[in-house]
């Protein structure tokens, strides 16, 4: 695959259960009436819908961990909960059956990396499932701290996180089993980065490591994603000094813009929070996320309000950062709280399984489409600075620019019941060329900028590119 800056790419985060089953033999204890049970989706399914994914414009794809799972469930959740997320691994050196093999795995890779899209696996190393062999293996057990035998800490690196046994990260031996184990995945599948999972929970030596390990091992360029819980620019910055990840997900933009889009807080306020956004070191990036497999799902703390979705779609991909979209947002998905926030992907009148004949909003997915477009071809998007150049009443007006190619780009969302007017100054990155509004069409001349953004309306300008 060509070079190409990470801070380019539009992620796409696949819980591969929920996503299109590809092989019917591997559904062992497969219930999709159950929340908490497996359903079927697979790395093969997940490999036939790469054109899906094309179509819609992602450039790289983000999936649950792969590693054999427990083969039991919890209770914990008030129903039995099943490892079919990836997260409770029962063998880091095996790949759970339920979700393919290693050719699967390969395939899928080799597959993406023809349609230009990166392939980012999930990799946890803060703990295994509940009752893991590595609990009670003799070998093992005392790798790990646990509640039975009241060995958890208190603070983050050594607490057990909901109640799962705690890998003593710190000591080498376990440093060297677990490190092992995924850079084998990674050398062996092709892929292009890890998204890691808890990352607070482990030692920033173990992260310096593993760091160190890929550069030499895997190659200069494997890319680290890493899930610092509540991290924004400020509070990522240890992983990022210490050159320990290349990015982080922000977990200030679901609700930032979520409370923008419905009229709460002041204009200027989202503003503020966005520029907040510039201050990661530079070199680092963040991801910014509307829902996720950890928190309630954007369109379903809207209350279903596609209308005021669209308009976080279009903050999503008109702002800095690697755009993280979580599957089936683009079609609807209905994601409520946990576990409903992992529902099947809805297939319409196909048939590939999990949310097979769930219907989907095909207008939201074709803005999704227009949006990655945009983004694509506008570098001020996914590399520009943000300027605010209006933030009265309801109406957000700002300017991403991108010195090195001159590219400039403007933005305007109108939250309110009522059209919003505004005049400004025609940009000086535009010179005197003409503007056309590349979302809704329609074309602007000089010499100044007089803008008219419809009631919950969004439009996005640029120059009319000359031949
Ligand atoms: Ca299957
Ligand atoms: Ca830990």
């Known amino acids: 695959m060509a070079p190409r800056p990470w801070a380019d790419e539009i992620l796409y985060f696949v819980v591969v259960d929920r996503f299109a089953d590809g092989d019917a033999a591997n559904n062992t204890a497969v219930d999709v009436a159950a929340q908490g049970a497996f359903h079927g989706g697979d790395l093969k399914g997940l490999r036939q819908q ?7 414009g992602v450039t790289a794809l983000w999936i649950t961990p792969v590693v054999k799972n427990i083969d039991s469930f919890v ?3 008030g129903f039995p909960d099943w490892g079919y997320h990836g997260y409770w691994a029962d063998d880091f050196h095996q790949l759970d059956p339920r979700i393919g093999t290693e050719e699967d795995l390969r395939a899928l890779v080799d597959d993406a990396h023809r349609r230009g899209i990166r392939v980012l696996l999930d990799v946890v190393y803060n703990h295994p499932g509940y009752n893991s062999h590595y609990v009670t293996k003799p070998e093992t057990k005392n790798w790990l701290r646990s509640e039975e035998r009241g060995t958890c800490g208190q603070d983050d690196v050594t607490s057990c996180v909901s109640g799962l046994p705690d890998f003593k990260t710190e000591l080498p031996e376990v440093a060297k089993y677990l490190l092992d184990a995924q850079l084998d995945w990674a050398k062996r599948s092709g892929v292009d980065g890890f998204r890691l999972d808890t ?27 890493g899930e610092v819980w509540g991290g924004d620019a400020e509070s990522l910055d240890p992983w990022f000094a210490g050159d320990e990840m290349d990015a982080g997900f922000d977990f200030g933009f679901q609700g930032s813009t ?74 609807a998905r209905p994601g409520g709280d946990w576990p409903a926030n992992r529902s099947d992907m809805p297939w319409g009148s196909r048939d590939v399984r999990p949310g097979a004949g769930k219907p989907r909003d095909e207008d939201l997915r074709k803005l999704y489409q227009k949006l990655t477009s945009i983004r694509r071809a506008h570098v001020a998007l996914s590399r520009g600075t943000h300027q605010g150049l209006s933030t009265d009443g309801d109406l957000y007006v700002f300017l991403r620019h991108e010195a090195g190619s001159g590219d400039a780009v403007i933005v305007a969302i109108n939250r309110g019941a009522q059209p919003a007017k505004v005049s400004l100054p025609w940009p000086e990155a535009w010179g005197r060329t003409a503007a056309e509004d590349v979302l809704n069409g329609g074309r602007l001349e000089g010499p100044s900028l007089e803008l008219t953004v419809e009631p919950l309306g969004a439009r996005i300008l640029g120059r009319i590119q000359t031949q």
């Not at 990352?199 to 994603?225: G, I, M």
């Open 50 to 56: 790469l054109d899906e994914l094309s179509s819609l």
């Open 75 to 77: 209770t914990g959740a």
């Open 199 to 225: 990352v607070k929970h482990v030692d920033h030596p173990f992260w310096k490591e593993h760091r160190r390990r890929l550069r030499e091992e895997v190659s200069k360029d494997f890319f680290l994603l």
């Open 258 to 331: 979520l409370a923008f889009v419905q009229g709460r807080g002041r204009t200027i306020a989202f503003d503020k929070y966005l520029k907040s956004r510039a201050k990661v070191r530079p070199g680092y990036l963040l991801a910014h996320f509307l829902s996720s497999h950890d928190v309630t799902g954007a369109l379903h703390q809207l209350e279903g309000d596609v209308k005021r979705f669209r308009l976080a779609v279009v903050l999503q991909l008109t702002t800095s950062g690697i755009p993280t979209l979580y599957y089936g947002e683009e079609v």
